[in-house]
């Protein structure tokens, strides 16, 4: 896929190696590591960066409440504007849409397999950031784990491809996240083909370290989070 090489994204700040500095609009990453590695914590401080950046932030969340992501992401981004946020809360509750969480944008899914829902919230959230007079943009989905519950591997391969083009349309970064400790090797290289980059993260000694794959023609090195 051809990137916009114009205006690059930077979130080295988070993830300290040259890579991270210059990615193309439009790029998706993802964030793959065994359980209880960091994956999400790493994820909302690349957003945060984003957001101190004036840049909007989209999270499609299957795992926390809404009200939840919103206050994560204001612990560390100060003076976070609602406008700035769209929440895709995919835990079961009414398809309803609401703004009354802190002025962001709220979209709850009845299950995080309801791809169709979740395909609505993220284009609303886009839309809202871009009529708020905002072309940049980070988004985040936790976790592709628990939707290749609901779906299997080609489902969520496509679904991914989609939100790919969406996310190159509008120029703005996307990483999602998956446990690869909970699926096989084959599932693993089929998702992994739906993105332009991929973040390794691996604990070692008790040290948590990540290097980033895909996105220039050699790996990264391993640096600590």
Not at 117 to 123: C, E, L, P, S
């Amino acid at each position: 896929m051809s990137k916009n090489t114009e205006r690059m994204y930077d979130f080295a700040d988070v993830l300290d190696v040259d890579v991270a500095s210059s990615v193309p609009p439009g790029s998706s990453v993802l964030i793959s590591g065994p359980a209880m590695t960091g994956k999400e914590a790493l994820v909302f401080d690349i957003l945060a960066n984003g957001v101190c950046d004036s840049e909007g932030a989209v999270v499609v969340t299957t795992g926390d409440r809404a009200g939840d992501v919103i206050n994560d992401i204001e612990s560390r981004a100060t003076g976070v504007a609602g406008h700035q946020l769209g929440i895709i809360d995919c835990r079961g509750d009414s398809g309803d849409v609401s703004d009354d969480h802190s002025g962001a944008y709220v979209h709850h899914v009845g299950s995080p397999s309801d791809l169709t829902g979740m395909g609505v919230g993220i284009t609303n959230s886009f839309e809202r950031i871009q009529d708020a007079g905002l072309d940049r943009g980070r988004l985040a989905l936790t976790s592709l784990s628990t939707m290749l519950t609901f779906a299997d591997e080609q489902t969520v391969f496509k679904f991914c491809h989609v939100l790919s083009q969406r996310l190159d349309a509008a120029g703005f970064l996307g990483f999602f996240t998956i446990d690869s400790s909970a699926h096989d090797d084959r599932t693993l290289q089929i998702i992994t083909q739906a993105f332009d980059g991929l973040v390794e993260i691996r604990e070692t000694d008790d040290t948590r370290e990540a290097r980033v794959k895909g996105l220039r023609p050699d790996p990264s090195e391993w640096v600590k989070l």
